[in-house]
Nanobody, 130 residues
Framework: QVQLVESGGGSVQAGGSLRLSCVAS????????MGWFRQAPGKDREGVAA?????????YYADSVKGRFTISQDNAKNTVYLEMGSLKPEDTAMYYC??????????????????????WGQGTQVTVSS
């Protein structure tokens, strides 16, 4: 079965950085998107970033994190990373890794829509203090 395991969360001060990792196993999809989502208490789930195998690893970002976060992938390790810089208290949330099988031709809205993702990790908490 598909398994996704996140790591790298923690508590940092505003302006700090964290690097999240997600290791995926148990899947044989020829093409996919791997994405990061977050959910803060009382707020809806938000697509943060995604990277998709179509178009040679196209990346997508929510407007709120553009210029601050970077998603990357190590295909040999089936691992996706999220480099988070210039962190703000508003970034505080539980961060989840997810995989979307056979995305076809991905677009920004589809790549960052959680309903399109089939498998999810347990999450890792990120807390940013002011």
């Amino acid at each position: 079965q598909v398994q996704l395991v996140e790591s790298g969360g923690g508590s940092v001060q505003a302006g700090g950085s964290l690097r999240l990792s997600c290791v995926a196993s148990g899947y044989t999809y020829s093409s996919n998107c791997m994405g990061w989502f977050r959910q803060a208490p009382g707020k809806d789930r938000e697509g943060v970033a995604a990277i998709c195998t179509p178009r040679g690893g196209t990346t997508y970002y929510a407007d709120s994190v553009k210029g601050r976060f970077t998603i990357s992938q190590d295909n040999a390790k089936n691992t996706v990373y999220l480099e988070m810089g210039s962190l703000k208290p508003e970034d505080t949330a539980m961060y989840y890794c997810a995989i979307r099988p056979s995305p076809g031709v991905a677009g920004p809205s589809a790549a960052l829509y959680g309903g399109n993702y089939a498998h999810w990790g347990q999450g890792t908490q990120v807390t940013v203090s002011s």
